[in-house]
T-cell receptor, first 117, second 113 residues
Framework: GAVVSQHPSWVICKSGTSVKIECRSL??????MFWYRQFPKQSLMLMAT?????????EQGVEKDKFLINHASLTLSTLTVTSAHPEDSSFYIC?????????????FGPGTRLTVL | QKEVEQNSGPLSVPEGAIASLNCTYS??????FFWYRQYSGKSPELIMS????GDKEDGRFTAQLNKASQYVSLLIRDSQPSDSATYLC?????????????FGSGTKLNVKP
């Protein structure tokens, strides 16, 4: 149980284009989904937290107009990188959490490696 | 002060030894603690969760929690080369910050054959 998928697993795009990444919880309903970014040899950086049906909460320094997050259902969240540039090249990882109790944890998707040329 | 602190390592241990990974956290109200393993180029995977003071064992892994000292540790017995990875400590925010998970920067473990 607790499987989270991401699609695509890797993407190469030209500078200026937009890229959409999907995150799905396959066997549970995710009350909250998180989006992280990780540069090589660096730690996870939380970008935003999203709850189904409401606007995402972005971390300080993350441009909400550039990184559009939609959490349309309890099993699907999408991250769109708009007008991508080479500095946006990174490993994007989503995670999902079921429930709201103290014992609930978050499970990570396999990640999407984005390369912007 | 960071919410979660870990020694970045690398921590090198010989195969078969016990690896001890440590983590401290700043929010005394935190109640949920997690250890994740991340292989190079992969996403983190959950190893252990712990919520009460004391030890929690799962196979070769033992998580230890001391809330008074705000300290969490992970012991890996009979370390194997396949355990070589970065280990992330995560702490869930206290009741007023319940939706937040704070991650340490990770400790890189090398298990030498």
């Amino acid at each position: 149980g607790a499987v989270v998928s991401q699609h695509p697993s890797w993407v190469i795009c030209k500078s200026g284009t937009s890229v959409k990444i999907e995150c799905r919880s396959l066997d549970f309903q995710a009350t909250t989904m998180f989006w992280y970014r990780q540069f090589p040899k660096q730690s996870l950086m939380l970008m935003a937290t999203s709850n189904e049906g409401s606007k995402a909460t972005y971390e300080q320094g993350v441009e909400k107009d550039k990184f559009l997050i939609n959490h349309a259902s309890l099993t699907l969240s999408t991250l769109t990188v708009t007008s991508a540039h080479p500095e946006d090249s990174s490993f994007y990882i989503c995670s999902a959490r079921a429930g709201t109790s103290v014992t609930d944890t978050q499970y990570f998707g396999p990640g999407t490696r984005l390369t912007v040329l | 002060q960071k919410e979660v602190e870990q020694n970045s390592g690398p921590l090198s241990v010989p195969e078969g030894a016990i690896a001890s990974l440590n983590c401290t956290y700043s929010d005394r109200g935190s109640q949920s603690f997690f250890w994740y393993r991340q292989y190079s180029g992969k996403s983190p995977e959950l190893i252990m969760s712990i919520y009460s003071n004391g030890d929690k064992e799962d196979g070769r892994f033992t998580a230890q929690l001391n809330k008074a000292s705000q300290y969490v540790s992970l012991l890996i017995r009979d370390s194997q080369p396949s355990d070589s990875a970065t280990y992330l400590c995560a702490v869930r925010g206290a009741i007023y910050n319940f939706n937040k998970f704070y991650f340490g920067s990770g400790t890189k473990l090398n298990v030498k054959p």
